[in-house]
């Protein structure tokens, strides 16, 4: 259900934007931490190619990918919705 209502959004071109700063964070921590993207991938159980696409912002991953990208780094996801013409803000972390 997660997954079904947050893949639509990955559409949005604010998000897009987001999604290559995601990109570089994850690429930026990885070589901080002298991890290879081959190494990133084993540990999320994706292929290299798929790593390489999402550090570039070339891809729509999941949120089960990001998950799963980012615990293999032992970096955590905080996800913040604010919804638009909400004048009640609200915060979901996970």
Do not use: C, W
Not at 18 to 40: C, D, F, K, P, W
Not at 52 to 71: I, Q
């Amino acid at each position: 259900m997660l997954q079904n209502s947050f893949s639509h959004l990955l559409h949005d071109e604010k998000l897009a934007v987001s999604m290559q700063q995601v990109g570089e964070a994850i690429r930026l921590y990885r070589y901080q931490q002298g991890v290879s993207q081959a190494e990133t991938a084993e540990g999320a159980g994706l292929p290299q190619s798929a790593i390489a696409r999402l550090e570039s912002g070339r891809s729509n991953p999941t949120l089960r990918t990001l998950l799963n990208v980012t615990l293999a780094l032992g970096l955590h996801i905080v996800i913040v919705d604010e919804p638009l013409g909400n004048p009640q803000q609200y915060h979901t972390y996970i």
